[in-house]
């Protein structure tokens, strides 16, 4: 079993930075966390993104609410901020840092990969990750570099290869598509957009 992530801890998953904020985005994390999401993921990044000190600044403060509701804050791609902000764990692609140089870094801590193909998933060393992020599963505007849409067969495809493994589907997830994800085989749904422009954010989640 494992003892640093239960699989539904992945069941709604929000992840976000301030570039994906029109608001406060502390203000929508709490709002976010106070209808239920069940992990968040600080992903500081692309157009508008802050850097340096700015960066740590809002992930300390979102890690101080995180902590406050009981649940995991994970750091998407940046090894520097794990420690100084106390993160839970990690979460990495495949062009990141490797998943084996990771796991000596930071024996205790969840790692997370992204797997968007049979190649990829075939490559990597799952043993060593808690759970794998999939997509994108259906065409998102969120992320320029975003690959093609797999669909939701992908999702069938590694829970028919790896029966028990904790997968996150990601990509394109709205409350109209969600379900279909989970009854693909996915243990939760990662959303950026889902909630960040949500007219309804407690709303939103539940439908999630
Ligand atoms: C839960 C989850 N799944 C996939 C990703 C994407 O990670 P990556 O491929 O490294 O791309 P960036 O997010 O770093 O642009 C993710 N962040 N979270
Ligand atoms: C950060 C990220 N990674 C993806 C992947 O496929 O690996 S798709 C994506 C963006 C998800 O945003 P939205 O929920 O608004 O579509
Ligand atoms: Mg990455």
């Known amino acids: 079993m494992n003892t640093r992530f239960s699989s539904g801890q992945l069941r709604k998953y929000f992840i976000m930075g301030s570039q994906n904020c029109h ?43 995180c902590a406050r509701y009981g649940v995991p804050f994970i750091v998407n791609d940046d090894i520097e901020l794990v420690e100084p902000l106390k993160a839970d764990g990690i979460h990495v692609g495949q062009n990141d840092v490797p998943i084996n140089e990771l796991r000596q870094l930071f024996p205790d801590k969840v790692i997370g990969l992204s797997v968007s193909n049979k190649n990829e998933l075939a490559n990597s060393p799952i043993q060593l990750t808690d759970y794998l992020g999939a997509g994108p599963v259906f065409n998102t505007t969120t992320k320029s570099d975003a690959k093609q849409a797999v669909g939701i067969e992908w999702i069938k495809a590694i829970r028919n290869e790896y029966p028990d493994l904790p997968i996150v589907g990601i990509g394109g997830i709205t409350i109209n598509n969600a379900a279909s ?8 749904v990662a959303v950026i957009s889902a909630i960040t422009k949500a007219k309804d954010i407690t709303e939103a989640v539940q439908y999630l």
């Open 181 to 188: 994800v989970l009854e693909a085989g996915a243990n939760g």
């Open 23 to 65: 608001h406060d985005p502390l203000q929508l994390l709490e709002s976010a966390l106070s209808a239920g999401i069940t992990s968040f993921q600080f992903r500081e990044k692309g157009e508008g993104s802050l850097t340096g000190n700015d960066k740590l600044v809002l992930g300390r403060k979102m890690r101080a609410i």
